[in-house]
């Protein structure tokens, strides 16, 4: 499965080999410097256009790193989770239709997810959050509200994140269910072993 996936992630924007490395886990970790180089090469495509004064025009550039951060985390937990924070919240700035999924990401992720809290508080501050255009703009708008007072009052209650480094925390994923993952250490050894307008694109 490992080096079908390898082959599936050439292309950059392939979104369903990247979820699907998400959802096998840990035993993924040998796809994780794809899944870096994928996320690095659009986080320096993104600043390109912002040094240009250009806008991100194409919304797959931050679905790209909205999916790839959410793998990253699901394989590499805590040892990634600087990045992906900060992978996740310019996706949310450069698209604000991704929203929803960075929120659900940052709600697994936990008290790893701390530094995200400032731009949780703001968003709660706007009179309309998402950028959502049809009939649900309402809805929409109410459950990115929900999540994110769930988020604020969930990581204030938390205590301070452990250094990176030894074993991931218990998390409990969006299911409530309660788990833990392997420790950063044998993520390293097991990547060793031989074997991205306002809507998702399709």
Known sequence: MVPLLERLLEHHRNFDAID???RIGP???PVLPRLRQILNNQAEENARNESNDAAVLNTGN???LVHTASAL????????????VSALLNAWKDNDSTARDVLACLNHMGQAARPALPRIKTTLEQPHRG???????VASDLEIERICRSLVTRLRNLPEPTPAGGTRRGYVDD?????SKASCCTLVVASRSPS???VEPA
């Open 27 to 29: 035993p993924a970790a």
């Open 175 to 179: 299911r409530g269910l309660s788990g």
């Open 20 to 22: 699907l490395a998400g």
């Open 73 to 84: 985390w699901d394989i590499a937990g805590d040892c990634e989770a600087d990045t992906v």
């Open 62 to 64: 931050a679905w790209t």
């Open 196 to 198: 991205e307008a306002d």
């Open 131 to 137: 950028n959502d255009r049809w009939s649900d703009a």
